[in-house]
């Protein structure tokens, strides 16, 4: 026989660096705590940013029957092309494009989530060694694709006191010449914040000054809260290239189908064929979306009603009102109103409430005395806040209030100034 | 303003390596050919490993009712566990459980589509540097995954006439200490080989000597002949770790819904519990495969009746049956008789066709006169032969053949001491 090498003469076998190297912060922290409710009071679970979990936001009927009309017509068993069925493509350019931000069906890719849109973004972008640029706080799978990737993270801070504005002042400080992307969430996971144009066109304007990409996340584009004006990124840009991603799960309450897209704004030429041409090369390593889902995703673009849209937009935002409301007169809590998406953020006094470590330390008790669960910020890097889900149905936000101010009372230790407890 | 280090002033987005690396061989090949058919004879396409395209292999109505089904729940709107439903994983282990290598649901990850399985298996194993052994020919996508994450491919042979097994011998003498994965399809694309269980025990000594893990690609399992005793790898191994990948797309006719599955068999607990969760970490990047036909897999597996699965079989095999004995007497041409799957592969004596620069050569004038297109095995990574698919409607396979004929045979040239070329 052939002169073999002989690798080893015992089994070891060990995950990959990146495998290692794939790190959930949401994970991480909630694994790490002890979340065992008050027996006497049934749990109630602020934390999950899925919408369907309570059954009291189901999709609309028209988005089912255009599934059932896709698989009925048997067209849609065999393969798409990698970057999506062209009618499909064109039905989400159909429905995004705008005279500022015109949109043809060869500018849309079709991915498995927005998921996957953010993990072809980054990876089209940037080598290992590079860096972006990401919000915090913010959405945690922007860290856990990058770092996997090799590719560094640097955070640029948001503004609770400016309705979590960026600072912007903070975000140029921090391009180099190895700083490839600039991701942009609006309106926010976790901050259920919403920029103004203004605001929009400084972003665009740094990114322009230093020719830095952007990804735009806009999973939540159209969850705006009425009179809140809201302008997608790209509209607003006249040479700043972006992929914008986006998808079904948020709007159409469907986060399970695993559709979604990026769209790709590019009026000046920037990327060129190129970007283009690595995002095609990309898609066709995996494959994206379910072929039934893309099949219905005209009909759903075309015929879900109005009228779903205003109603989700609706609960949400008096889900939020009602949550803002009670949790302003909290003593130690300082809730911030949220103009859009299904998030709120809770700053806690922390000094306020020695009894607790953290914003960990704090929402674990909370689910052991009150039974209330709420995503610690510390998850979005932001220490000192929680993230309330207001997807829950309404008498479970209000009892939910209740709670937590019980809580808030017990535990509150008022400025030494307020009190005499020294004196005493 | 904070001092910033200007990155360029000047636009310069460019791919990054991996989407520069990310090479497809077959749209390599098929993008660089001439493919006009001939205007007076009707396009047969042999090419596409999708048997839905010509809508004769329709999936089971069971199929399709298990789907409808999950839609009408309203059950699988939400994002399911990164790794799949419970009831789900349950389901797929039971349907593979066999004594000899037992599942249950914590053996199962599923996945959008086989490809995704082979994905998350490549990145669980190898890191940058690393290489692994596949098949010659083989499917394309192994080489197009660990290409662009930077692991290298050492291709070992198979013997066509030895009815496509491996050369053992080869395949040993490529291990070395950097080996971490050897990839074994069976059955094959693009051979429609099926190994027997003897060269199946004599892959895994070899794999167990030298300690090497197997991702067994058994995609077409269960896609075997009557008459044909096939087994999968798992259920032959004593200590090898394996971790097989499959899915819907081809045995229930459905490439396009993307679902696919790995199964972890590791009796000997090699694995251990690191690779197991490298593999759940890193299923948690995108997310898998659609929740709704993870909603309809179980009815999908416990109801699909026996009778489709084997009408598909019949179907295949006597469309193999007509192409081989069709092809056997062309010729010029060497046809190897496939035991399942759903393709076969065509020996093209190249010094019998003086005319034509390899298989590419060969047809791409195959198109040109005889509009019929079949894949040339370069695409393979194995010059001198093509593919059919055999999942064209019967009188298509037949009349293809009767083309392939005719082309061969006005281009053949017999070799010179069967004829008196020379002397006249
Ligand atoms: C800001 C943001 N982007 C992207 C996603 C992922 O979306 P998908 O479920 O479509 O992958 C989420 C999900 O929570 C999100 O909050
Ligand atoms: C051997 C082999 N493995 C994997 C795949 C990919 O399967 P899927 O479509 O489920 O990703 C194919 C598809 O042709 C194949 O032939």
Sequence with gaps: PAKVKSRRQMWDVQPSEMANNTLNPIRAIVDGMKLTPNPDKPMIALSIGDPTVFGNLPTDDAVLQAMKDAIDSQKFNGYAPSVGYLQSRQAVANFYSCPEAPLQAEDVILTSGCSQAIELVINVFCNPGDNILVPCPGFSLYKTLAVSMGIKVKLYNLLPE??????????????????????????????GSVFKKEHLQKILKVASKHCVPILADEIYSDMVFPGCNS??????????????????????????????????????????????????????????????VQGALESILNNTPERFYRDTISFLQSNSEICFNELSTVPGLNPVMPSGAMYLMVGIEMERFPDFKDDVDFTERLVTEQSVFCLPASAFEYPNFFRIVVTVPEEMMVEACIRIREFCQHYHRPPSSDCNDLDQ
């Design 162 to 191: 400016k309705s979590w504005e960026i600072d912007l002042q903070h975000m140029e400080s921090l391009i180099d010449e190895r700083t490839s992307c600039l991701i942009v969430t609006n309106p926010s996971n976790p901050c």
């Design 231 to 292: 302008s997608s990124l790209a509209s607003l840009s006249s040479d700043v290239p972006i992929l914008s991603c986006g998808g079904l799960a948020k709007r159409w309450l469907v986060p399970g189908w695993r559709m979604g897209w990026i769209l790709i704004h590019d009026r000046n030429n920037i990327f060129g064929s190129e970007i283009r041409q690595g995002l095609v090369k990309l898609s066709q390593r995996i494959l994206g979306a379910c072929t039934v």
